[in-house]
């Protein structure tokens, strides 16, 4: 743990706590899994759906092409309700920080708190340019439009670093001298760029650029089905599908670096990566399965594959279950999890890239978006697999630090609230999120009913190469 540094003559933070769990432990745990499920689910959205949305109103200006000014628009209305919602569930998250987990923020924050305050900066320049971007359809000169959007773009990526550079100092801490048991020196630079965040950093972005893309993708998939085969549904397709399929192997080979630096720097977590009862050497690739009574059972095994995946040896030497001590050991069902949390990521993930090369044979040989109807299938539920992909991957992040909050000083049941009932607070929040979550699934789907029927009417855009036509049906000359 790089600049960390604790009193020798304290106790030290690695002891084991008291045996048993406080009796919020659950809930905590329970409403801090759902609102950050519910919410990393939006985090795409806010920084590559903007990507996309730059990336039409780009092609729409250089080349002067009607309808990606026309889906630009359109997703930048949609990237401008989820932000909203985004703002609603995070601000949530915030107050849970405090709420669920006040031995974290009291014994950490100086140093936890740090990577949230670059966010709030990011979060609020982003609303800021959101809202110019938004507004300035029709009042802005195009390239000054248009420019407008980038900084949305970037203070999306930068907003999501930080949040990423939190989790990523839970799981590697460094950068904190501790005395007493207090952060009495934090070096911020240690903090933010500590041992886990560039791999995570760049894992999240590609993520966020497959999930968006494919979701992008599979609505326009969806329509072609029903036959719209229309420019307008083929360049939302391609615009989509084509940002995702670039980065689908990009992700493959950065999971597969990251594997090998958990297994550097995290064996306990490798260890139920691989579901792996005792160290050992040789040790077999285990797919599905699940641990009983200390022992891993149902999996199917391949000879050798954790060790040559690992270390490229049959001889690689893992650590295994075994190697934590009893105090620190996560319990079987948490090791099944992440065990079977991690097949799924790896599953879906080749799934998608398969999708992606079958895309990229199709395209070589035609020239053309296929729109063959198995294709069109797996394309249009792309989105949510890439979702399920996403999911799996942040339950293999935090519950593969159990029983840590922050791996090697904190205990999860050390930084839990140890007053009140939390199943109360859960329960609000489940009636909050899904109120939001209503609503905007009844607003976009009003935006996208309001659409067709301007589609059907012949669909009109703001500015652009060619106007809309005046009411004789003569095209007017550009608005500047």
């Known amino acids: 743990m790089p600049c960390l540094r604790l009193d020798p003559v304290l106790p030290s933070p690695l002891a084991p706590a008291a045996a048993g769990d406080p009796s919020q432990l659950l809930p905590a745990r329970e409403q801090m899994a759902f609102t950050l499920g519910f919410h990393i689910v939006l985090v795409p959205f806010g920084v590559a759906l903007t990507t996309l949305m730059l990336i039409a109103n780009y092609r729409a200006l250089r080349y002067g092409d009607r309808t990606a000014l026309l889906l630009a628009r359109r ?25 669920l987990w006040p031995g974290l923020m009291r014994r950490y924050g100086a140093a936890f708190g740090f990577p949230f305050a670059i966010e709030g900066l990011f979060f609020f320049l982003e609303a800021i340019f959101v809202s110019v971007y938004i507004y300035g359809w029709d009042r802005l000169p195009p390239w000054a439009h248009f420019w407008s959007g980038v900084p949305v773009t970037l203070s999306g990526i930068g907003g999501t670093f930080s949040v990423v550079a939190a989790n990523g100092w839970m799981n590697q801490p460094g950068g904190i001298t501790v005395r007493d048991g207090k952060v009495v020196n934090v070096d911020p630079a240690r903090v933010f760029f500590n041992g886990a965040f560039w791999y995570e950093a760049l894992h999240m972005l590609l993520a966020a650029y497959i999930v968006a893309g494919f979701a992008v993708a599979g609505v326009y998939a969806a329509g072609m089905l029903r036959g719209r085969l229309d420019r307008y549904h083929r360049s939302g397709f391609l615009t989509g599908f084509c940002v995702a399929a670039v980065a689908m192997p990009l992700q493959i080979f950065v999971g597969d670096l990251i594997a090998r630096q958990v297994f550097d720097e995290e064996p306990r977590k490798f260890a139920a ?13 285990t797919l599905l399965g699940v641990m009983v009574n200390g022992e891993d059972r149902y999996g199917l095994k391949i000879p050798d594959g954790a060790s040559l995946l690992a270390g490229f040896r049959p001889s690689t030497r893992i650590e295994g279950i075994d190697a934590i001590p009893p105090g620190q050991r996560p319990d079987d069902a948490t090791v ?18 398969g999708l992606a090369l079958w895309f990229g044979w199709l395209y070589w040989r035609r020239r053309e978006v296929p729109t063959g109807r198995w294709f069109l299938r797996c394309a249009a539920i792309s989105g949510l ?13 935090e519950v593969g630090r159990q029983p840590w909050t922050v791996v090697g000083l904190l205990f999860t049941r050390d930084a839990v609230a140890t007053q009140g009932n939390l199943w109360p607070f859960f329960a609000a929040a489940l009636a909050i999120y899904a109120a939001v979550a209503v609503g905007a699934f009844l607003v976009v789907r009003g935006m996208q009913r309001r659409w067709r029927a301007t589609d059907d009417a012949g669909g009109e855009v703001p500015y652009g190469p060619v106007g809309p036509p005046d009411r004789a049906g003569t095209p007017r000359e550009p608005s500047r």
Not at 338 to 347: E, K, Q, S, T, Y
């Open 75 to 99: 997703w930048s209305k949609v990237a401008a309700v989820l932000f909203a919602v985004g703002a609603v569930s995070g601000t949530v998250l915030s107050f849970e920080l405090g709420i």
């Open 336 to 353: 099944s999890v992440v065990h079977l949390a991690f097949d799924v990521m790896v599953g879906t993930a080749f799934l998608l890239l």
């Open 385 to 397: 697999l890439a979702v399920v992909c996403l999911e799996s991957g942040w339950v293999v992040t």
């Open 273 to 285: 990566l691989e579901l792996l009862p005792r160290t050992g050497t040789h040790v077999p690739e």
